[in-house]
């Protein structure tokens, strides 16, 4: 492996420990104490866009490619297995993903939050301390929750098993998958490590084609080669193994290009006032809870399960932006705020925000518009029924990247508490109305239900974040995505009106949607962060270019 591949692997563990010997790069100034030109300013500015631009385009192009290999795994265990057999893939999936939930606990998080603090504080002890209590504590907790899933496999298998149906397939699939959930937890810890010393690539690398790529070899040729649902589960097992032994090496190479290891400093009672919350906000929170699923699981049968999660799978596409997004803010956030830089913290989080709903906005209304042409090319014939449930919950997913990260911002700042209450309550809404509303009105209803608490919690999330912190997601140019999304959308719904069914159709119109959209953008512009953004992605490509020739 050549040199400059390493440092690319080692991720910014170098570059940064150059950054804090400069004298005239160790610390940007105050914007309360800046003297300077708006031109110097607005430099700094985009400074902090551009950090994030770089890594967030990594980040975004791995999340594309895990989304992708998902979603080859998807359509192999959906066509091969149909509703029903995906639909017991998904509730074993999800009880294993919960627990791995609960197994993780707020480490991953801590583990950005507590190594980046002290890495800003050019404090090495404290970076190798905390990275110890959080492997130390994820390992702990990893083992206690595998021992109660694997020992209690049982009771759950009769509280998902169809009616008339036995339980025993759920409970040897659920004790064959139970390994998944220590190996993964540790993979996210791992992962979480890496990213506090913003080495995107390997935390991409781990997280997002390593692990979800061995899950389609080893899973997809299972179910293809006969074995069913075990197969499918059987591969999940395997992808995490794997990814597990990726990110300790990529880990251990990091520290390894630091240097010298210092001696190991950790206040293991701050970190835990922080991670214990912090763990309510991860098991607790919609998205990753998977609550429409368990409710179907218990009220509904296989085949409902199975229909709500083509649907949910499809808007993992629109998503893929603010999951890519969070993963380099995170340790931004908590340098922000950690040297009171609130109005570059605003600024940034105003960018991030108009970022998301350019590249997500339009992917939801198509998805809204033509849900039916996605479900089944994703699930097959048999999920034709999770067309209406794909428009339902990409309206509350608007609202969920629409409002930019403001959960990760809460965290990161501190208010893990606040943030842990939060999700607390839209566990509380999501039950009460889903008990009240899946037995009258099925799946149905649980899509209602689940973009209904999307919306109140995030909305509730902006208005916590400006009271909290002093910032708020909606800058001046907010609206211009929001319009050339609505004239994009208002075209397509045209043309489907107006030509016949056909899938060739349907994708002509959705590429002249694409083309009033980028059209409608450029008639409004760039502002001047993105353009200064934009321009340095350009001159970067020209140098690679030229270096290629």
Not at 88 to 99: A, G, K, N, T
Not at 235 to 257: H, K
Not at 302 to 331: E, K
Not at 508 to 524: E, K, Q, S, T
């Amino acid at each position: 492996m050549s040199q400059r591949r390493e440092g690319e692997i080692a991720g910014g563990a170098q570059e940064d420990k150059r950054r804090a010997n400069s004298s005239d790069t160790a610390k940007p100034p105050r914007p309360d104490e800046l003297t300077a030109s708006p031109d110097e300013l607005l430099a700094v500015r985009t400074g902090d866009a551009r950090t994030i631009a770089g890594g967030g385009a990594i980040q975004i192009a791995g999340q594309m490619t895990n989304r992708v290999l998902g979603y080859l795994f998807i359509a192999v265990v959906a066509h091969s297995l149909g509703k029903a057999g995906y639909g017991l893939y998904r509730q074993i999936f999800q009880v294993l993903f919960i627990s791995m939930t609960l197994a993780a606990g707020g480490w991953p998080q801590a583990a950005v939050r507590f190594i980046a603090r002290a890495r800003t504080r050019n404090d090495p002890s404290g970076s190798i301390g905390a990275a110890r209590v959080v492997l130390i504590g994820s390992t702990l907790t990893s083992a206690l929750v595998f021992a109660a899933v694997f020992l209690g496999a049982g009771r759950l298998a009769s509280a998902f098993a169809d009616a008339g149906a036995e339980p025993n397939d759920f409970e040897y699939l659920l004790r064959l998958g139970a390994i998944y959930i220590p190996l993964y937890a540790g993979m996210q810890v791992l992962r979480g490590c890496i990213q506090a010393y913003k080495a995107v690539v390997p935390a991409v690398t781990v997280a997002n084609i390593i692990q979800p790529g061995a899950r389609l070899l080893v899973g997809g040729l299972a179910v293809l080669a006969g074995f069913g649902v075990a197969g499918a589960v059987g591969g999940l097992v395997a992808s995490a193994a794997i990814a597990v032994v990726a990110g300790a090496f990529f880990y251990r190479r990091i520290l390894t290009a630091e240097g010298p290891r210092a001696e190991p400093k950790a206040s293991i009672s701050e970190m835990l006032r922080w991670t214990i919350p912090q763990t309510g906000v991860g098991l607790l929170g919609t998205q990753s809870l998977g609550l429409g699923i368990i409710l179907l699981g218990v009220l509904g049968t296989d085949a409902d399960v199975g229909v709500f999660g083509v649907a949910q799978a499809l808007q993992l596409a629109p998503n893929v932006f603010l999951t890519g997004i969070v993963t380099i803010w995170s340790p931004v956030v908590v340098e922000l705020y950690e040297k009171g830089e609130i109005e570059r913290l605003t600024s940034l989080y105003q960018t991030i925000s108009r970022w998301l709903a350019t590249f997500s906005f339009p992917i939801f209304v198509v998805l809204a518009v033509e849900a039916e042409l996605f479900a089944v090319l994703l699930g097959g014939e048999s999920a034709r029924d999770a067309a209406i449930l794909v428009t339902i919950l990409a309206a509350g997913n608007v609202f969920f990247v629409g409002t930019g990260p403001s959960g990760s911002l809460l965290s990161m700042s501190g208010r893990s508490l606040m943030n842990f209450f939060d999700s607390l309550a839209s566990i509380v809404l999501y039950l009460g109305l889903g008990l009240l509303f899946v037995p009258k009105y099925g799946v149905v209803g649980m899509a209602v239900v689940d973009a209904f608490v999307t919306t109140v919690i995030n909305l509730l999330r902006v208005i916590q974040v400006k009271v909290s912190v002093g910032v708020q997601p909606f800058g001046r140019s907010y609206f211009k995505p929001v319009l050339a999304t609505a004239g994009a959308g208002a075209v397509l719904l045209g043309l489907k009106a107006l030509l016949p069914d056909s899938v060739l159709l349907s994708l002509g119109g959705i590429a002249v949607a694409a083309i009033v959209y980028l059209v409608a953008l450029r008639v409004m512009g760039l502002d001047d962060e993105e353009r200064l953004v934009w321009d340095g992605i350009k001159q970067r490509a020209r140098k690679a270019t030229s270096r290629s020739r």
